[in-house]
């Protein structure tokens, strides 16, 4: 059975930092591309950023240069780190894989930019 289970959300100021990590569980983690998305309260869910298992790394264009998306495949987990914080960045984040078929998400971990 497939689980992410995301973790790290947390209420930042403006131009902070958070770190968040997503576990995956129930497949060959090392074989398999991840991505980040994140959905704002009445707003689709939008891509953030993806990572191929050869560690090549895309972003959409309104986190370039502030946010990094790595792997560590001996932990089957893959991070997000977030620098220079906006408000506009609040948002639920998940992470996603297509294995097989099927796309499975983890749950969410909700993230504040707020002062």
């Known amino acids: 059975q497939v689980q992410l289970v995301e973790s790290g959300g947390d209420l930042v100021q403006p131009g902070g930092s958070l770190n968040l990590s997503c576990a995956a569980s129930?497949?060959?983690?090392?074989?398999?591309?991840m991505a980040w998305y994140r959905q704002a309260p009445g707003k689709q869910r939008e891509l953030v950023a993806t990572?191929?298992?050869?560690?090549?790394?895309n972003y959409v264009d309104s986190v370039k240069g502030r946010f990094s998306i790595s792997r560590d495949n001996t932990k089957k987990t893959v991070y997000l780190q977030m620098n220079s914080l906006k408000p506009e960045d609040t948002a639920v984040y998940y992470c996603?894989?297509?294995?097989?078929?099927?796309?499975?998400w983890g749950q969410g971990t909700q993230v504040t930019v707020s002062s």
């Open positions: 996603r894989v297509l294995y097989g078929a099927t796309l499975y």
């Open positions: 129930g497949i060959i983690f090392s074989i398999y591309s």
């Open positions: 990572i191929t298992s050869g560690g090549g790394t």
